[in-house]
């Protein structure tokens, strides 16, 4: 008997020493996450004239870009990635006009030249301060409007999906939630971004993209997203294609099935 109790006391302890380990990993992701999700790189523009300034119901400034394209059926409103801002994806953007599209883009709080700091409130709320300045200001009706949300920019692309409506929806490299980027299953409370919850809900077209060797969202990610659509929906999974640079690195046929879902809308 005495032996049992040993056992079991010493279970007990391991169970407790588990218990303070996940409280502990569950306060440190609460308060060290957005510093994770939230990584600004280094500004490289300026406020030209080529840039607008939002303001957001916060009053905070944002700063914004419109790539007008007379040619244009629809306008992409572009939702970037965590370690992005307006300067460091303007070539990129412009291979969206090239290839027949106009183009919205928006730095959200606290990333290039808009201020403030960044939160998940506050991207859906710079998600919903863009769109209504591409529908009010520049005259964009919602039926010519295809949302894009690359990696973190999934996050505002989908809540704003839900919220208003638009023709269509493009999510690349994007996660299922925030947290499980780095833990695979959800592991602890107060995960952001959860998108998984999210798209089942929505009834707009849909066009997954991701690349099967994406070090940054791993794949698996947009698999799961794919299977949770119950809307119209279609996907472009690049072998071998990487976080960065998948239009680069898939050649003409990212712009082809780009304009195929489109011209599907």
Same mark, same amino acid.
């Not at 269509?168 to 925030?178: E, I, W, Y």
């Given at each position: 008997m005495p032996k049992m109790q040993e056992l079991v006391l010493s279970l007990c302890r391991i169970a407790v020493l588990l218990l303070v380990a996940y409280v502990a990993g569950a306060v440190w992701a609460h308060f060290e996450a957005p510093g994770m999700i939230f990584p600004r790189p280094p500004v490289t523009y300026e406020l030209t004239p080529d840039y607008l300034q939002l303001t957001a119901p916060d009053g905070v400034k944002l700063a914004a870009r419109h790539w007008p394209n007379s040619t244009a059926k629809y306008t992409m409103l572009y939702f970037h990635g965590n370690y992005e801002q307006l300067g460091s994806v303007n070539d990129h953007l412009a291979q969206f006009v090239a290839a027949g599209y106009a183009v919205f883009a928006v730095d959200y709080h606290g990333y290039g030249r808009s201020g403030g700091t960044p939160s998940e409130a506050g991207l859906y709320a710079d998600a919903e301060t863009a769109y209504d300045y591409l529908r009010t200001k520049l005259g964009v009706p919602a039926e010519r409007i295809v949302i894009f949300g690359y990696s973190l920019g999934a996050g505002p692309g989908v809540e704003l999906a839900r919220r208003? !409506?638009? &023709?269509? %929806? #493009?999510?690349?490299? &994007? @996660? #299922?939630?925030?947290? *499980?980027? /780095?833990? *695979? =299953? !959800? %592991? @602890?409370?107060?995960? =952001? @971004? #959860?998108? =998984? &919850?999210? #798209?089942?809900? +929505?009834? /707009?077209? =849909? +066009?997954?993209i991701h690349g099967t060797a994406d070090e940054v969202v791993p794949f698996w990610h947009s698999e799961k997203l794919y299977s949770a659509i119950l809307a119209p929906k279609s996907r472009l999974f690049v072998a071998g294609g990487t976080h960065a640079g998948l239009a680069d690195f898939t050649g003409p046929r990212y712009w082809e099935e780009l304009k195929k879902f489109t011209n599907s809308l």
């Open positions: 208003h !409506p638009a &023709a269509g %929806l #493009v999510m690349q490299g &994007a @996660f #299922v939630s925030a947290y *499980r980027v /780095l833990t *695979r =299953i !959800p %592991l @602890f409370p107060g995960d =952001i @971004f #959860v998108n =998984i &919850a999210k #798209v089942p809900e +929505l009834k /707009l077209p =849909i +066009l997954v």
